[in-house]
């Protein structure tokens, strides 16, 4: 058990699992040499060599069409995109091949094929580096989309993503590489995908999040508990297919729903948690769900004064929690 | 190639200079034949509302048969697009397989009946299933082989396109990854001069879809696709320089287009008829004939008897197709993820 | 003012707004001379020549880069996609360029294109001519969508989407195209991107479609009107930005909501009306609000019995209706 | 070309021979040393933690300038990429205008401080908006030179990407139209031989882009980067061509890369020193510099003045820019749609 960042975690699973199975490969721009511009894939060129740590060309389509190829031929590729930003060329592939290989073929072909990607904004990361895409992934059958929040769960997450028989969308919120730190086992395990987990209790009301927005959440729920206000804290983990049990359960118990998400509020993913509570759980409920999500506008512009306006703090979330608590 | 042209080509040793055997280019004819049949069944039954939609490939089938002729049936990879029927069937597809597919049927091997017809794919005989978003396979192509190439299998991964299918970002990205890892592919272009209806000149700038592969570093070729023993001449030397591991090779195949787009589509509204009676002409179908009839493998009786044979197999299999049920509805929901 | 059907409406529009305005071009696979695969662009190539009416190369992402680049440069494109699977390709240039022109150069760059293209399933459409894709692009800011239901409306609201100075999606569904029929005003009107409309009046329950789901809605609450149930039925129209004061006064009148949507259930655009009213008309509401959507499988099979399996028909949805009003 | 080789190729009359006068290669000189002064200048700013990024094109400017030089400021239409500094200059963009950027001020005129440094866009020169997705632009330009080509505008359009951006299906499409329609349009391709960290043999199949134009019907040149008149030569050829109505060109400059990709790069992780001495030898300020005091036209006292020039000219637009205000918090919900 050691103490590491996100990022280290992401690496380790990547290095373990190369060692387990040698048809897991890696492929992207600059995961070779380069190790990856945050660095998940350091070292695996020089320990498992280029046919299996694949730079690629500069093609995000061919890189997830290429890797459906692959795993129709043995292979269990990992695609990465540098940046979830740029992963849009290739959603062609994603959602009208990957995801839809077993259905189409009746289950003759399948496709385990890991997507992963930086998604989220980070300080100066700006309208094309900081983008939220699991709306759009989520909502496509046939693609399970995870969103790790600690650095336990990217290690346990992305085995499972990897051993996965069918693709698997793996989003890592970028601000967390570096700053966001945990103990990891040394050895295997799995995190399964699917269920959500309860981060913090609570009997007030429940938040549900995942990625970044997990600990601003956090710590918005600490800074209201001074004031009396007791926040239960859900940690999604998996958008798709989507806990619903835990979630309502916590909604049982709470009576009060805050959905946190960084991306566009509207038809933004945090609209499916709050229908399907509010279809759900009507009885259970005190309050209107609330959602509280960024603005808008098409990204978190770069200059400070602007990116401030767009990101979704601890304070905005307080903000939102004794609103909610008050009603 | 016209039928006089296709006469002038007669030349006794052609396809034993090719390394055919009499029997390889009998055989070659019989797929032409059982698919051009297969075809017009097909749009038999659409017309007499037995099936939805047909989509086929009269005048490629030649070019198919070619190319597909020096692939190992079982061990190598194809990644077809919606025209390839000759070439699966050369592959391994059976009649009965096709028109399961048409007849949306629950044992169709393609998709259970998911998919419209056309869509092919089989397991048993490494065809990987198609969709419909044109330039797509390229890519999964190009995975198959990179597969091939690192797992050391010493497969083969033949695909193949429309020329219309040739513009896509796909396409360009697939060949450029084939030509950076020199893989074991051939990229098969089937160019029969339109897009539904849209024609070359507005589809492919320089008109060439051959010429593309030089910029990739690898070779391309333009060969007349109602020339079967050229199509296969052509074919086999990407096959073995593929094997060799000598790299991809891009194969276009100028063939006629025999019939409407699709069941959907009616070409007498953007072609001329003397350009459609220009196609029928070439028709390799009447051009492989004239060969074998040229170099003394073909007769009356023989064709008759191959008539028959293929009339017989797709009768059988339309009546199996026919009687096969559909899918239960509930069967819907199965098959999303692997477990379920 | 004569009877036409809604994809003459649609044909007319082009022609009007061609001969009204010579920046006006149309683009796509089959647009010139075979008027389109589903005739929308009949007889405009013959009228108007082919440098304004362009049968493009088979490749989506140009077709929309291209429109954004004429765009820039005094034109106004309507980029059609053949079918509405097929505009995964340019999902790129459509959320990354088109939806971010205006707000990224500060107002500098506008990208008054138009994205035409039919959705949605019909008999034998399968899984790749059959999709609903008003998620994906309702929730990309920058970008107007809209689904007109009638004649009238497809013929207003696409003069009002080639006017508009931002790119508007454009959503047909193919259903519609010979089967719904209506008044169409032989000359220039516009029906203005934005409002929804009551489609039928009612008291018990509220029913918020769009596209054909509003034509089998409508039958629904005709059949369920014979059981004395009074269903109101508001047609959404523009799915972006949404017309919430029309929503909420329907749920304050009638105090049930049921969303009716032929895309896939999850994270749908549905979830988005859901959530709006969860949150808004709380204390409205005297039943949980429910939705009616397709099945979360990668789309529409090809087989019929399968088909009818997948489909949202007036029977499913007065189904709903019984259930929601007997809540 | 290194130093040798640009001695070599001085010859008095070799800038006058393609038509340009001493004042114009002296202009030419001045735009390349005040490109890498307000390079050098962007990168000490984001050293001293004024700036939290820099991306920027040292080693590019020679061909850049080359290649706008025959481009009407006013008139023609550019469409760049992130290391298009230089090429925005001369387009007629300022170094204010370029810190303004790097600054994120609300009076940044390619997005009021709402993108990343290095992402032009300037509506008053016909500088059309850059974003970050590699490759998009390419389509964007063909559609402005459809544009003018169609309102009979007379305008050419030149558009700009690495080598690496070359692999996207974008850049295929693009020029696929481009060829159909024979548009006024340069397209031009920057090779520094790396994405970011990933070599050219790694990325382009073949290793030569301008050979992918001949698949295209039109002509491809690859030119040494360094050597700022040869880049101006085939420069002003392709825009004749665009001019003239015969369509479109590839440009492909061979240029070094001199520094790391971006500030949140390292290059010394993936390049060898060797290489990267071997590229500064190819630096076009001094290949160019070279030529000039060839042929007469520079000396030491010439050089100060203009980088006393250049200096001023940087110091005052850091200061203006500098003091310029930052965008108002509440200005994020602007311009999403016109009326807004
Ligand atoms: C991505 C995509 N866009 C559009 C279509 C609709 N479509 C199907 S086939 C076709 C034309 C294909 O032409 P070509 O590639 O030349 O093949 P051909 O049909 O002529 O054999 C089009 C536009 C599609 N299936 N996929
Ligand atoms: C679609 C997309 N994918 C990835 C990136 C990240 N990225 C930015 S620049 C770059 C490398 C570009 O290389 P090249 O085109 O050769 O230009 P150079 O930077 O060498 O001048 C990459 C991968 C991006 N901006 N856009
Ligand atoms: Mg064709
Ligand atoms: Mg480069």
Redesign the interface.
């Known amino acids: 058990m050691a103490e590491l960042r996100y990022i280290d975690a992401i690496n380790q699973a990547h290095h373990e699992e190369f060692a387990r199975d040698e048809r897991v490969?890696v492929m992207g721009?600059?995961v070779?040499?380069?190790g990856g511009?945050f660095g998940a894939t350091m070292g695996l060129f020089d320990k498992f060599g280029e046919?299996?740590v694949i730079?690629?060309?500069?093609?995000e389509?061919?890189i997830?069409?290429?890797?459906?190829?692959?795993?129709?031929?043995?292979?269990l590729?990992i695609a990465e995109f540098q940046f979830a930003?740029?992963i849009?060329?290739a959603?062609?592939?994603i959602?009208?091949?990957a995801?839809?290989?077993?259905?189409?073929?009746?289950?003759?072909?399948?496709c385990p094929v890991v997507f992963r990607t930086p998604y989220g904004g980070s300080?100066?990361t700006?309208?094309?580096?900081s983008q939220s895409i699991e709306?759009?992934y989520?909502?496509?059958?046939?693609l399970?989309v995870v969103t790790p929040s600690t650095p336990y769960d990217a290690k346990g997450l992305l085995k499972a993503a990897i051993r996965?028989?069918?693709p698997v969308m793996y989003l890592e919120h970028k601000r967390m590489y570096r700053l966001i730190k945990g103990e990891v086992p040394d050895g295997d395990y799995v995190v399964p995908i699917g269920p959500a987990v309860v981060r913090r209790e609570g009997r007030d009301l429940s938040i549900f999040a995942y990625g970044w927005m997990l600990h601003e959440s956090l710590q918005a729920a600490e800074m209201v508990a001074k004031e009396g206000i007791k926040a239960e804290v859900v940690d999604l983990r998996t958008l798709?297919p989507?806990d619903k049990d835990t979630i309502l359960k916590s909604v049982a118990k709470t009576n009060r729903a805050l959905i946190v998400y960084e991306d566009?509020r509207?038809?933004?993913?945090?609209?499916?948690v709050?229908?399907t509570?509010?279809?759900?759980a009507?009885s259970d409920?005190d309050?209107?769900?609330?959602?509280l999500a960024g603005?808008?506008?098409?990204?978190i512009?770069?200059?400070?004064?602007?990116e401030?306006?767009?990101y979704i703090t601890k304070d905005k979330i307080a903000e939102s929690i004794r609103k909610l608590a008050a009603y | 190639m016209s039928a006089m042209e296709a006469k002038a080509r007669v030349t006794p040793a052609r396809h034993k200079t090719l390394g055919l055997s009499d029997q390889d280019v009998l055989d070659m004819y019989y797929y032409i034949a059982l698919a051009r049949a297969l075809d017009d069944r097909m749009w038999v039954l659409q017309r007499a509302g037995k099936a939805m939609f047909v989509i086929s490939g009269p005048g490629h089938e030649g070019c198919q048969i070619g190319a597909m002729w020096p692939m190992d049936k079982k061990h190598d990879w194809f990644v077809p697009f919606y025209r390839s029927i000759a070439a699966c069937l050369v592959k391994g597809m059976t009649p009965r397989d096709i028109l399961l597919g048409l007849f949306a049927r629950a044992e169709d091997p393609s998709s259970g009946g998911r998919q419209m017809p056309g869509h092919y794919g089989h397991p048993g005989v490494k065809i990987l299933s198609t969709s419909s978003p044109v330039g797509t396979q390229f890519p999964h192509a190009a995975g198959i082989a990179y597969a091939s190439k690192i797992r050391k299998t010493g497969e083969v991964t033949m695909t193949a396109i429309g020329e219309g299918g040739t513009s896509q970002g796909d396409v360009h990205e697939a060949m450029n990854w084939a030509g950076i890892y020199k893989l074991p592919i051939i990229f098969v272009v089937e160019n029969n001069m339109y897009a539904i209806s849209v024609p070359l000149h507005k589809q492919v700038a320089g008109g060439n879809v051959a010429a593309r592969a030089a910029g990739y570093g690898f070779p391309g070729v333009a060969t007349d696709g109602s020339d079967v023993l050229e199509c296969y001449r052509v074919s086999k030397e990407a096959y073995d320089r593929a094997k060799r591991g000598d790299g991809p090779t891009l194969l276009e195949f100028r063939v006629p287009r025999l019939g409407s787009h699709s069941s959907d589509d009616q070409q007498e509204r953007y072609r001329s008829k003397d350009e459609i009676d220009a196609d029928r002409r070439r028709d390799p179908l009447q051009t492989f004939r004239i060969y074998l009839e040229g170099v003394g493998l073909m007769d009356e009786g023989k064709l008759k008897e191959i008539a028959g044979r293929v009339k017989r197999e797709i009768d059988e299999a339309t009546d199996y197709a026919d009687r096969s049920p559909l899918p239960e509805p509930e069967s819907g929901v199965r098959h999303l993820f692997h477990d379920e």
Chains 1, 3 share one sequence.
Do not use: C
């Open positions: 490969v721009e600059d070779g040499r380069k511009v046919d299996r730079d690629t060309p500069l093609a389509s061919s997830a069409g290429i890797a459906i190829g692959m795993a129709a031929n043995g292979l590729p930003d740029f849009h060329p959603f062609n592939q959602v009208s091949e995801a839809r290989m077993r259905y189409r073929s009746n289950n003759a072909f399948g300080h100066g700006a309208l094309y580096h709306t759009y989520a909502h496509v059958p046939g399970k996965d028989p069918d798709a989507l566009n509207f038809v933004g993913y945090g609209a499916e709050a229908a509570i509010a279809e759900e009507f409920l309050a209107p769900v609330m959602r603005p808008d506008v098409p990204g512009p770069f200059s400070k004064p602007l401030e306006w767009f």
